[in-house]
């Protein structure tokens, strides 16, 4: 028995669930796992986060008490070890966005609906005080991922001095979005993170999933993660009716905030090739390559979209398109280079 079990065995029995059967459920990106719990009639998932690996369960918390407090459907948290970095939670269920629409498309419309109408809710209220901000520095430096971990692992190129240009200069144009951080935004709200639970009311009946990772940002972050998600395809008309019921709901002047929808689509975008790079050679998880050329195509379309000098040229310059020739190169090399940090 391995130390993390010993610990996790010793958590549930503290937590009146020693008998609990214990089973699998899919990972995400992180080093977190997630296990379903079942004893008798009652039902839980066991967060394990390790600290070792640089997991902390504390942003977690801290979230899910805020969206709590704002009627939002994130987990009640049952027992916590925040030292050793475990979590009892409320389960949820299994019916992901994602799952529901795959087997009933007629449905998309209304999920997608009301997961807008939550960030509605959410972005009236005030910012968690301590949440640190989505600065451009920081928008910047995870945006230039592409170059560190895409442009050369699939050219063997040295992208040093053009990565540290085009960071420098996108953290300037990044300025006024930048300027705009005044919601909570949760980074990954997309159809595989949100669970439809419709015998709840309202806002409530979206369950909320990964929000550890949560920021004070701009308030278009979160629908770009939403429709333009890298790992289903949202039609542009569904894209469009979205934005519009964002716009009407919370009454944010259009122009300016499809421009920065845009702006942060662009910037999410590169982040993503570079961090769906970054999980195939370092961490060696090879499935996420396949999902590149989908955020390919949303960066190429926000890119259109956004009026920066050169940006253009500088970027389609450098970043090999995701050809079958570059996804193959980069699974060639999966897990090859676990030392880059």
């Known amino acids: 028995m391995t130390d993390r079990v010993s610990l996790r065995t010793a958590f549930l029995a503290k937590a009146g669930w020693a008998d609990a059967v214990i089973s699998d459920l899919a990972g995400d990106a992180s080093n977190r796992r997630y296990f379903r719990l079942h004893q008798g009639s009652s039902q839980a998932v066991l967060m394990d986060a390790p600290p070792e690996k ?57 999920l997608y609906a009301a997961a807008i109408d939550v960030l509605i809710a959410l972005h009236q209220a005030p910012v968690p005080k301590g949440l640190a901000a989505y600065d451009k520095d920081l928008m910047a430096d995870l945006s230039a991922l592409a170059f560190d971990w895409y442009a050369s692992t699939a050219t063997g190129g040295d992208f040093a001095a053009v990565r540290e240009r085009f960071a420098t200069e996108f953290a300037e144009f990044l300025t006024p979005v930048a300027a705009q951080s005044d919601v909570l935004i949760q980074r990954d709200y997309h159809a595989e993170n949100l669970i439809w639970l419709p015998s709840r009311d309202g806002v409530a009946r979206v369950g909320l999933l990964d929000f550890q990772d949560a920021l004070a940002g701009h308030r278009a972050y979160d629908l770009v993660s939403l429709l333009q998600d890298a790992r ?51 961490d060696g998880k090879p499935h996420y390559v396949d999902l590149i050329p989908r955020v390919w195509a949303h960066m190429v379309r926000d890119l259109k979209k956004v009026e920066f000098a050169n940006l253009e040229t500088v970027l389609l310059a450098n970043l090999p398109p995701p050809d079958e020739q570059t996804l193959a190169l980069l699974r060639e090399k999966c897990g090859t280079i676990p030392t880059q940090s």
């Open 54 to 110: 640089g997991e902390d369960v504390r942003p977690f918390i801290e979230i899910a008490g805020f969206m709590r407090a704002q009627d939002l459907s994130a987990p009640e948290i049952f027992a916590e070890d925040r030292d050793a970095g475990f979590l009892l939670l409320e389960d949820l269920g299994d019916a992901l966005f994602a799952r529901v629409v795959a087997s009933d498309p007629a449905c998309e419309g209304d």
């Open 232 to 282: 289903r395809d949202v039609s542009p008309d569904l894209e469009r009716a979205m934005i519009d019921r964002y716009v009407r709901g919370s009454g944010v002047d259009r122009t300016s905030f499809e421009a920065a929808y845009a702006l942060l689509g662009l910037q999410r975008n590169l982040r993503i090739i570079g961090v769906f790079a970054r999980l195939c050679v370092r």
